[in-house]
């Protein structure tokens, strides 16, 4: 059984850098055709895909996204890191992690809900 933890700041001023991770249990992150996603909701609406990273460390963005988000991982701690720089309130949202396998998004964090205000 696969479990994503995600963890970070709940508040982030504007401008500021956001910086989220997900621990990943119960799977490698390294296993392969295992894809780690990051994945948004903002108050009302719906998802929104972010970017991810594969089980080789091949990142790809969302294009609209592209020059201010960032994700790495840390294969030792088992860890997928999502960084978004330049935040605005447009950016509060609940941020989730997803373990995606044959186009598949199977296994989900409980999300965590980050607010960017001053």
């Known amino acids: 059984q696969v479990q994503l933890q995600e963890s970070g700041p709940g508040l982030v001023k504007p401008s500021q850098t956001l910086s989220l991770i997900c621990t990943v249990s119960?799977?490698?992150?390294?296993?392969?055709?295992?894809?780690w996603h990051w994945i948004r909701q903002p108050p009302g609406k719906g998802l929104e895909w972010m970017g991810s990273?594969?089980?080789?460390?091949?990142?790809r963005y969302s294009p609209p996204l592209l020059s201010r988000t960032s994700i790495s991982r840390d294969t030792s701690k088992s860890q997928i890191t999502l960084q978004l720089s330049s935040v605005t309130p447009e950016d509060t949202a609940v941020y989730y992690c997803?373990?995606?396998?044959?186009?598949?998004?199977?296994?989900w964090g409980q999300g965590t809900q980050v607010t960017v205000s001053s």
């Open positions: 119960g799977s490698s992150i390294t296993t392969n055709t295992y894809y």
């Open positions: 990273i594969s089980n080789t460390g091949v990142p």
């Open positions: 997803s373990k995606e396998k044959a186009f598949t998004f199977d296994s």
